[in-house]
């Protein structure tokens, strides 16, 4: 009886692994403005709930992409755990920012 197969190989072209990281820097960027957006929104209303936003959206997005490539910059052995344990450390705090200031 023949095995089904679950996961192909693990390594990937490298066209393709430049062309993912765009696609997570261009995600990161684009998080990164609505922080921005929503920074500038909370200085002109002076809305708290928007400052708990835009500081969510930073640390969700800006932090990990800040991480990311000083990583790619500064490859350090056996610190890719390092950096993956570390952004969903700052992907989670964002996130709960976010509900916090939804909720207000």
Request: hydrophobic share 55%; aromatic share 10%; proline share 3%.
């Amino acid at each position: 009886m023949s095995e089904l197969v679950l996961q192909a190989g693990t390594q990937l072209s490298e066209s393709l692994r430049m062309g993912l990281l765009a696609y997570e820097l261009i995600g990161a960027a684009l998080g990164v403005f609505i922080a921005f957006l929503a920074y500038r929104g909370y200085r002109r209303n002076k809305s708290r709930p928007m400052l708990f936003v835009a500081v969510g959206f930073a640390l969700a997005l800006g932090v990990p992409l800040i991480l990311t490539v000083v990583y790619l910059v500064l490859p350090i052995t056996g610190g890719r755990v390092v950096l993956q344990a570390t952004s969903q450390t700052f992907e989670v705090a964002g996130l709960l920012c976010i509900i916090y200031g939804l909720r207000l």
